[in-house]
T-cell receptor
Framework: TQLLEQSPQFLSIQEGENLTVYCNSS?????LQWYRQEPGEGPVLLVT?????EVKKLKRLTFQFGDARKDSSLHITAAQPGDTGLYLC?????????????FGKGTHLIIQP | DTGVSQDPRHKITKRGQNVTFRCDPI?????LYWYRQTLGQGPEFLTY????????KSRLLSDRFSAERPKGSFSTLEIQRTEQGDSAMYLC?????????????FGPGTRLTVL
């Protein structure tokens, strides 16, 4: 059973378009982190959200944590080819330490010039 | 701050051999994690250290796997009698407790191929 479901699994869009990636769970998380991963490399942290309803912006990326802290979304405005990569959400159930982070399978994003 | 480093980046071994990987966390981080990532999947938690103490181990960590963090700084992950199913990317992450959310920073990973 996948604890964190990400959708869509694959997304290919044209440069300049907007997109939203979703991360859903039936479990409550104390925090949730979004990472981007390039082939053959480790995940690179984008953001951590902690408070239910929290919205964080990172340039053209907007992250939202659900009110109940069970889900999250990543919205990219005016996507660029440099946004291409695997986007992973990861939830922390224990508040730090035990059990590590629980990852979704990721969303493979391709931005075509 | 040089980030989390891992060595080697790639390892090819024959089935039945032992392998050891090293992770150097961010210097002020007291928590260290090992994860395994297979193709098409997100990383899966293996084990966790707070300082030198190994506080949690996943059921994924079979008896052939052992991890140490002898001085609370770098860590090693050893796999004995490797099997083809051990082929994966092994990722190390570190974080600092007491900083609010447990934000983990990952290293570049060690890609293991077992022939």
């Amino acid at each position: 059973t996948q604890l964190l479901e990400q959708s869509p699994q694959f997304l290919s869009i044209q440069e300049g378009e907007n997109l939203t990636v979703y991360c859903n769970s039936s479990s409550v998380f104390s925090s949730l982190q979004w990472y981007r991963q390039e082939p053959g490399e480790g995940p690179v942290l984008l953001v951590t959200v902690v408070t239910g309803g929290e919205v964080k912006k990172l340039k053209r990326l907007t992250f939202q944590f659900g009110d109940a802290r069970k889900d999250s979304s990543l919205h990219i405005t005016a996507a660029q080819p440099g946004d291409t990569g695997l986007y992973l959400c990861a939830g922390d159930k224990s508040g730090g330490g035990a059990d590590g982070l629980t990852f979704g399978k990721g969303t493979h994003l391709i931005i075509q010039p | 701050d040089t980030g989390v480093s891992q060595d080697p980046r790639h390892k090819i071994t024959k089935r039945g051999q032992n392998v050891t990987f090293r992770c150097d966390p961010i210097s002020e981080h007291n928590r260290l994690y090992w994860y395994r990532q297979t193709l098409g999947q997100g990383p899966e938690f293996l084990t966790y250290f707070q300082n030198e103490a190994q506080l949690e181990k996943s059921r994924l960590l079979s008896d052939r796997f052992s991890a140490e963090r002898p001085k609370g700084s770098f860590s090693t992950l050893e796999i004995q009698r490797t099997e083809q199913g051990d082929s994966a990317m092994y990722l190390c992450a570190s974080s600092f407790s007491g900083a609010g959310a447990d934000t983990q920073y990952f290293g570049p990973g060690t890609r293991l191929t077992v022939l």
